[in-house]
């Protein structure tokens, strides 16, 4: 399996917006990732009328839409009540991948890179400092005993990210 690499903060972070200019930034350096988006909200990435929702409706527990230009497998989980990280990362095509960066499963032991930003309305003694946390990701300045990220420099958390994955 590969290395899983979660980046994690309070809604409102910024965890998205980093991980879009993150992901073309390893691209450039020839590290390939898939990424898994933790949500809180009942989501369906099918739409009504198509007809891959509708047989989805009609009772399948799985249902694979594909096509030359990608495809995407939708499992239905209704007896579940959490999310098995693990379980979802070893459904990725790791002969594809280098890395799997998550979004969120804060609270799963993975290695973790939090993201701190000043005015979401938490403060720096709130941050979960454990021993999956690598580096803290801040826009501000912090004194912690772990590697302190500019938050706004993607490049610098790249190089990181980089360096901690030849180290894995």
């Known amino acids: 399996m590969k290395p899983i690499l979660a980046i994690a903060a309070w809604s409102g972070t910024g965890k998205t917006s980093l991980l879009k200019k993150l992901i073309p930034a390893l691209y450039a350096r020839g590290i390939r990732t898939g990424v898994i988006k933790h949500t809180h909200h009942n989501m ?5 009328g198509k007809d891959s929702y509708e047989l989805r409706h009609a009772g399948a527990a799985q249902t694979m839409v ?3 230009q990608r495809w995407a497998l939708m499992t239905e989980t209704p007896e579940k009540d959490t999310l098995d990280l ?3 990362v070893s ?3 790791h002969s594809a991948l280098d890395l799997v960066l998550v979004e969120g499963f804060k609270h799963e032991s993975v290695a973790k890179i939090l993201l701190f930003r000043q005015g979401t309305g938490h403060g720096v003694d709130e941050l979960t400092l454990d021993q999956d946390v690598i580096a803290v990701a801040s826009d501000v300045s912090l004194t912690i005993q772990m590697p302190v990220l500019n938050l706004n ?4 958390i790249a190089d990181f990210i980089e360096a901690w994955l030849q180290t894995q």
Do not use: C, F, G
């Open 44 to 48: 369906d990435i099918d739409k009504p």
């Open 66 to 68: 594909a096509s030359t």
């Open 86 to 88: 693990n379980y979802l």
């Open 91 to 93: 459904r990725m095509d």
């Open 153 to 156: 420099d993607t490049d610098e």
